[in-house]
């Protein structure tokens, strides 16, 4: 019984790796492969784990491949989004189907803070007198001053 | 149980190979740190196929280490990018 469900367990973990990596190969630009990639991949992270778990049916064991699912599960949204979001800034051209980009002139080039372009006129002046106090990122035009 | 464990490296083999042919192909940097943690998650079931063929629980230690480096390394190189380095490699 229990094997059967590691079996399956294996393979599905398996198939849906082999999903992220076709989605990786196939998609047209990089937010649609970051899609693919991240929710698969920490799917068959986690299926795996869980099929060691039950294989070793050990306390240690299931504390480690625990943390191993947490982690994953903490981990992959960050990293996505940090990429998403240099990959954004850097400019990347996105799909020709794309249909709509809500971001487009709402990051600010200079601090790298988004904006919602909903702003009255004065958060948007408190913005612009805070823009010099705190910088959050550093960029090479900072540097240079 | 045999057939199972070796389907599935088989699996997850040709996984592999096509996130390479993104790693090699990839048109931006970005596209390749993706690829990359792609890689490196399939790396981490690849050890837990490992760890159940070869009845050994030492190698799940060697799982979270790769989960770790993974994620600073796509950590790392959005902080890099971010900050104005080469962007077409």
Same mark, same amino acid.
């Given at each position: 019984m229990i094997d059967?469900?590691?079996?399956?367990?294996?393979?599905?973990?398996a198939a849906f790796m082999l999903l992220a990596a076709v989605g990786i190969v196939r998609l047209p630009d990089l937010l649609t492969r970051m899609h693919a990639t991240t929710k698969a991949g920490a799917l068959g992270v986690a299926l795996m784990m869980l099929a060691v778990a039950l294989h070793f049916a050990d306390s240690v064991v299931s504390a480690k491949t625990l943390a191993v699912i947490l982690f994953i599960f903490i981990?992959?949204?960050?990293?996505?989004?940090?990429?998403?979001?240099?990959?954004y800034f850097t400019g990347l051209p996105l799909c020709e189907q794309?249909?709509?980009?809500?971001?487009?002139?709402?990051?600010?080039?200079?601090s790298h803070r988004l904006l919602s372009g909903l702003e009255t006129e004065e958060e948007l002046e408190a913005y612009r007198q805070n823009l010099d106090m705190k910088p959050r990122i550093r960029t090479k035009a900072q540097r240079l001053e | 149980m045999q057939l199972v464990i070796y389907l599935t490296f088989a699996i997850l083999s040709l996984a592999m190979i096509l996130v390479f042919v993104?790693?090699?192909?990839?048109?931006?940097?970005?596209?390749?740190?993706?690829?990359?943690?792609?890689?490196?998650?399939i790396m981490?079931?690849?050890?837990?196929?490992? *760890? &159940?063929?070869?009845?050994? /629980?030492? =190698? !799940?230690?060697? *799982? &979270?280490?790769?989960?770790? /480096?993974? =994620? !600073?390394?796509a950590v790392g190189f959005a902080r890099f990018l971010e900050r104005g380095g080469p962007r077409h490699d």
């Amino acid at each position: 019984m229990i094997d059967w469900l590691i079996k399956i367990l294996m393979l599905a973990s398996a198939a849906f790796m082999l999903l992220a990596a076709v989605g990786i190969v196939r998609l047209p630009d990089l937010l649609t492969r970051m899609h693919a990639t991240t929710k698969a991949g920490a799917l068959g992270v986690a299926l795996m784990m869980l099929a060691v778990a039950l294989h070793f049916a050990d306390s240690v064991v299931s504390a480690k491949t625990l943390a191993v699912i947490l982690f994953i599960f903490i981990t992959a949204p960050i990293a996505a989004h940090v990429i998403g979001r240099a990959g954004y800034f850097t400019g990347l051209p996105l799909c020709e189907q794309t249909i709509k980009d809500e971001l487009v002139d709402c990051y600010d080039e200079k601090s790298h803070r988004l904006l919602s372009g909903l702003e009255t006129e004065e958060e948007l002046e408190a913005y612009r007198q805070n823009l010099d106090m705190k910088p959050r990122i550093r960029t090479k035009a900072q540097r240079l001053e | 149980m045999q057939l199972v464990i070796y389907l599935t490296f088989a699996i997850l083999s040709l996984a592999m190979i096509l996130v390479f042919v993104r790693l090699m192909i990839g048109p931006t940097l970005p596209d390749r740190v993706v690829a990359l943690e792609l890689l490196a998650s399939i790396m981490v079931g690849m050890i837990g196929a490992y *760890a &159940i063929y070869t009845n050994r /629980t030492g =190698f !799940l230690d060697v *799982a &979270i280490v790769m989960a770790l /480096t993974a =994620f !600073l390394a796509a950590v790392g190189f959005a902080r890099f990018l971010e900050r104005g380095g080469p962007r077409h490699d």
